[in-house]
Antibody, heavy 123, light 108 residues
Framework: EVQLVESGGGLVQPGRSLRLSCAGS????????TAWVRQAPGKGLEWVGF??????????EYAASVKGRFTISRDDSRSIAYLQMNSLTVEDTAVYYC??????????????WGQGTLVTVSS | EIVLTQSPGTLSLSPGERATLSCRAS???????LAWYQQKPGQAPRLLIY???SRATGIPDRFSGSGSGTDFTLTISRLEPEDFAVYFC??????????FGGGTKVEI
């Protein structure tokens, strides 16, 4: 069974940093791209970015709203993906989901999701 | 950026009725690169449909997707109690960013 489990969320002050983790199991983690999608309280879904799988060199793409502040990385030896978030603002407050990507290159949809981890940015 | 507009915002129906949800793209999708997700309160989204019309693994056949170009539809043929949720469409036409529609809430 495919499982994704996020961790690392919490309360953080504006301007500070936080790193989220996403542990995958039940599939060949290194073969898949992994995405982060967020959902502000009571709002819709917003794609944050993804990191491609090993076959595509582990390269990354980001939404404009987080580019330059957020960095996605992966440790395939541990089947974990990370979302490093710097210079956080109150607008980054959301539940952050990691998801397994299906498709190829930029043509990804999300066929499995973690349960999400809440990030609250507040002073 | 491809903007997806979902309508209606809320659909009030009864169990056993048919639900028709719309997702309109601001520009034509070059292929059938559209997915639908279901989200229940406090839960993660779940993939229902990809490629505009292909059901994901384990999805009941009362869920069907159709459409091409700019207009796409998710149909639930006969609503079951567990189908009352919020539904999102997502385009993956190949350009950054990947985008979602604003959602349609199906309520009793």
């Amino acid at each position: 069974e495919v499982q994704l489990v996020e961790s690392g969320g919490g309360l953080v002050q504006p301007g500070r940093s936080l790193r989220l983790s996403c542990a995958g199991s039940g599939f060949s983690f290194n073969a898949y791209s992994t995405a982060w999608v967020r959902q502000a309280p009571g709002k819709g879904l917003e794609w944050v970015g993804f990191i491609r799988g090993q076959a595509y060199g582990g390269t990354t793409e980001y939404a404009a709203s987080v580019k330059g502040r957020f960095t996605i990385s992966r440790d395939d030896s541990r089947s974990i993906a990370y979302l490093q978030m710097n210079s956080l603002t109150v607008e980054d407050t959301a539940v952050y989901y990691c998801s397994r990507c299906a498709g190829y290159n930029m043509r990804y949809y999300f066929d499995s999701w973690g349960q999400g981890t809440l990030v609250t940015v507040s002073s | 950026e491809i903007v997806l507009t979902q309508s209606p915002g809320t659909l009030s129906l009864s169990p056993g009725e048919r639900a028709t949800l719309s997702c309109r793209a601001s520009q034509s999708l070059s292929g059938s690169y559209l997915a639908w997700y279901q989200q229940k309160p406090g839960q993660a989204p779940r993939l229902l449909i990809y490629g505009a019309s292909s059901r994901a693994t384990g999805i009941p056949d009362r869920f069907s997707g159709s459409g091409s170009g700019t207009d796409f539809t998710l149909t639930i043929s006969r609503l079951e109690p567990e189908d009352f949720a919020v539904y999102f469409c997502q385009q993956y036409d190949g350009s950054n960013p990947l985008t979602f529609g604003g959602g349609t809430k199906v309520e009793i």
